[in-house]
């Protein structure tokens, strides 16, 4: 079969087509694997039964019921919550939004994609630009959604050692270049894989390196503010004409339904719109029905702040001190967990790849990522990429620990 380029590029091997297939296919065949590898949010009970009262009210009227299963919505998303959103962000945070700042996409993954080709790749007048990473290690998902080759700029970070087993990354301002071949700028906040969180002066003077050179910075907030807030320290949301906020339905406890939001101004919104038509002609309307009530009366903060964020961060300081336990003095250490659902470690001087840790990980069913996957746009060998894992700990404390005993027990094998 022979393929065009676009078919070689996307169905050549990828990192999230490796860390999909890893997790469905041990859901499938039935081992007793120790899922420490996917970003699929918890099922909280008080979450779960949220949405579970609404599902009912949805299904029990027959107006709802049809808008839910029977009605397209516009390419730009559900009307009533496109509209509603604007109105709780303005409340929350004192933004100037209408309806036409916001659209919906069928999940984060396809607005990324869409933005992505916009502003990066080839143009019109025969140039080419690329997105830029202000840091990397960044999300696995980024790597492949370009079009064209050479389509990401990233930048190593700043490593700031915090104590003898705790690290943050930062921003290395004095290495980061922005000049005409750059689309867009673009960062999470907290930042898949590590939990990082950019701190508020980083990102003024990111907006400020947008602003001077006219182009857009995208801020992918899926685990950030408004919700699902986790977020495990401080950070003010930020939004102007030149930002693309994009939020995402998926780690409030939706990751089914596929709902992404993107925040922009009125140009960018029409655009994504008319790529809406194109590609799937409109969102999907579950995830907006569903959320749409909390979002009107502003219940969801509630949910965040009193559920959902203080869940994930005891999970996360219980995995730490797990680690501190188990890993003893090796050379071992974790990023500080300022948000997200997961843990980065970094073994300094690892003997052997992440890639191979990993594979002999899941030999003793644990599943995690290889660190390596993360770095799009650093294409020399910097060693810091081969020795670093994601790990997630959304899972129980029995399999969280059981799975860090088994990391820790073949980590200690390669140090000896």
């Known amino acids: 079969m022979k393929l065009s380029a676009f078919g070689e590029k996307f169905t050549s091997h990828s990192g999230i087509l490796s860390l999909m297939d890893d997790l469905g296919n041990a859901l499938a065949d039935g081992k007793d694997m120790i899922m420490m590898g996917g970003g699929n949010p918890a099922h909280i009970p008080e979450v779960e039964a949220v949405f579970r009262q609404r599902l009912r009210q949805i299904t029990e009227s027959q107006a709802e019921f049809t808008r ?139 907006d400020s390196l947008a602003l001077q050179h006219d182009i857009p910075m995208i801020i992918d907030g899926a685990y950030g503010t408004p919700f699902p807030k986790l977020i495990f320290t401080e950070a003010t949301p930020r939004w102007n004409e030149h930002t693309i906020l994009c939020l995402s339905l998926s780690k409030l406890g939706l990751p089914a339904v596929r709902t992404g939001i993107v925040v922009a101004n009125e140009q960018v919104i029409r655009a994504l719109s008319g790529i809406n038509a194109i590609m799937n002609l409109a969102p999907n309307s579950t995830g907006s029905l569903l959320a749409l009530d909390m979002i009107r009366d502003d219940s969801i903060n509630a949910l965040c702040e009193n559920v959902i964020r203080p869940y994930y961060q005891e999970k996360a300081q219980f995995a730490v001190n797990c680690l501190k336990e188990k890993l003893g003095d090796i050379p071992w250490h974790v990023h500080k967990p300022e948000g997200a659902m997961f843990l980065w470690l970094w073994f300094e001087g690892l003997p052997v790849s992440s890639l191979e840790l990993y594979e002999r990980l899941k030999a003793r069913n644990v599943l995690v990522v290889s660190g390596h996957y993360f770095f799009p746009g650093i294409d020399d060998d910097w060693p810091h990429k081969h020795e670093c894992l994601r790990l997630t700990y959304t899972r129980d404390h029995q399999d969280v620990e059981q799975g860090l005993t088994i990391l820790a027990e073949e980590v200690h094998k390669l140090y000896r």
């Not at 919505?73 to 109105?87: C, H, I, N, W, Y």
């Not at 004095?174 to 906040?189: K, P, T």
Request: net charge negative.
């Open 68 to 206: 839910l299963v029977g009605t397209y919505d516009p390419p730009q998303g559900e009307k009533d919550f496109v509209r509603e959103m604007a109105a709780f962000l303005n409340r929350q945070f004192g933004w100037q939004l209408t309806a036409n700042n916001i659209a919906l996409s069928n999940g984060s993954q396809a607005a990324f994609f869409m933005l992505f080709n916009m502003f990066a790749g080839r143009y019109g007048d025969g140039g080419h630009k690329r997105i830029q990473l202000p840091l990397a290690p960044e999300y696995i998902g980024y790597a492949d959604a370009g079009l064209s080759d050479d389509f990401f700029a990233a930048n190593k970070p700043e490593i700031e050692h915090l104590d003898q087993h705790t690290f943050k990354y930062r921003v290395d301002f004095q290495e980061l270049v922005i000049d005409d071949s750059i689309g867009a700028i673009c960062v999470s906040r907290p930042t898949n894989p590590t939990g990082n969180v950019l701190t508020d002066s980083e990102i003024e003077r990111l």
